[in-house]
């Protein structure tokens, strides 16, 4: 596991060693059970292969996903919260919401070509260019923080990768001997693609930071997102793309679908006060101690529910899991938890 998460898991080990957590507690027990019950799930890595929303052209879709991935956070209306984004399809059965919305939208303009810089200051070049982008059966929220995000990723895109993503990839990318090919390595030294999109995109990706109790956490959601997504992609490419070969390196990703499917699984709990806030679409503040709460133990759940099912997987003989496999299945889970509600927070972290 890289060290920034392990950062966090041992910063809420501590806190709640000593009770410090106020808001939101992890029932080990329940984590277990869960994990057992579950053992032999056919759990899946999906190759992200949706036609009309992600291109089909092998390294179009790795270069879209460093465009999306920095413009992937807040699709709530907070206005009305119980709204997302939406984004109509012509003979579809029902409209794309979320971030599957988002990307339709950055497929009708890019297709199948890889953008470059000057694409993306055409499309994103100011505010009102980035409204109208994503305008469709309502407005995408936080249109000048995403014209932001934008400018600093295709600003930076020049400044070191010569306007390219392509180079970007190809900065991160390595020869595996074992293998026989070249490989994409999320963590090395600063050179992984997770490290070189948090350390070259500060606004894009690097934002992703917290307070807690003294200590800072990074917990980099969208720049380990990417690294999943890219893998799960590159196994179903024929070798065309480089598999991540650390992906065992890559930690939680910690969004507001992941709390609420470990709540309705009782695996979280909390208090009351954060439960009203959550139940009745209340935000919570960017760095309250609530919303730290909820992502540190949102890491550490999902790290001991990894744990656990491999546990119980190797005992039955069958074959280990990694984080690919079970953040797509708690996101699904989220997404289908329609009894619960995710926390609400203003932020481009997720």
């Not at 990307?103 to 070049?125: C, H, L, M, N, V």
């Not at 293998?179 to 948090?198: I, M, P, Q, T, Y």
């Not at 992906?247 to 969004?255: A, K, S, T």
């Not at 959550?278 to 309250?288: L, Q």
Request: with cysteine; net charge negative; hydrophobic share 40%.
């Amino acid at each position: 596991m890289n060290q920034e998460s392990k950062k966090i898991f041992d910063a809420w080990r501590d806190t709640d060693s000593k009770r410090l957590n106020k808001h939101v507690f992890i029932n080990p027990a329940k984590l277990a059970e869960v994990a057992e019950k579950h053992v032999k799930n056919n759990f899946e890595i999906p190759n992200w292969r949706f036609d009309g929303v992600y291109p089909k052209h092998e390294w179009a879709f790795a270069a879209f996903q460093l465009l999306a991935n920095c413009l992937n956070f807040a699709f709530n209306i907070f206005e009305k919260p119980d709204e997302k984004y939406m984004v109509a399809v012509p003979d579809g059965p029902k409209p794309l919401t979320g971030a599957f919305a988002m990307d339709r939208k950055i497929y009708e303009w890019f297709g199948e070509t890889i953008p470059q810089s000057d694409d993306i200051y055409q499309a994103f070049g100011d505010v009102r260019k980035t409204e109208r982008f994503f305008r469709d059966m309502n407005e995408i929220p936080f249109s000048e923080l995403r014209h932001e995000c934008a400018m600093d990723f295709a600003n930076n895109l020049v400044k070191y990768y010569q306007g390219n993503p392509l180079n970007l990839l190809e900065e991160a990318t390595v020869w595996d001997e074992a293998s026989k090919r070249s490989v994409l390595r999320a963590f090395n030294n600063g050179k992984g693609l997770v490290e070189l999109l948090v350390k070259d995109f500060p606004v894009a990706y690097g934002a992703d930071i917290r307070d807690f109790n003294g200590q800072k956490l990074a917990f980099n959601k969208r720049a380990m997102l990417v690294a999943i997504v890219l893998h799960g992609r590159a196994l179903d490419s024929k070798e065309i793309l480089p598999p991540v070969i650390d992906i065992e390196e890559v930690g939680p990703v910690c969004d507001y679908e992941l709390p609420k499917a470990l709540r309705c699984r009782e695996i979280f709990s909390y208090s009351a006060e954060l439960a009203e806030l959550v139940d009745n679409w209340k935000e919570i503040s960017e760095n309250s101690q609530m919303e730290v709460e909820l992502r540190a133990a949102t890491a550490v759940a999902c790290d001991g529910l990894l744990k656990k099912i491999n546990k119980f997987r190797k005992a039955c003989g069958l074959s280990q899991i990694n984080i690919c496999h079970l953040d797509y299945w708690l996101w699904e889970m989220g997404k289908e938890a329609t009894i619960s509600r995710p926390h609400l927070t203003r932020t481009n972290a997720y």
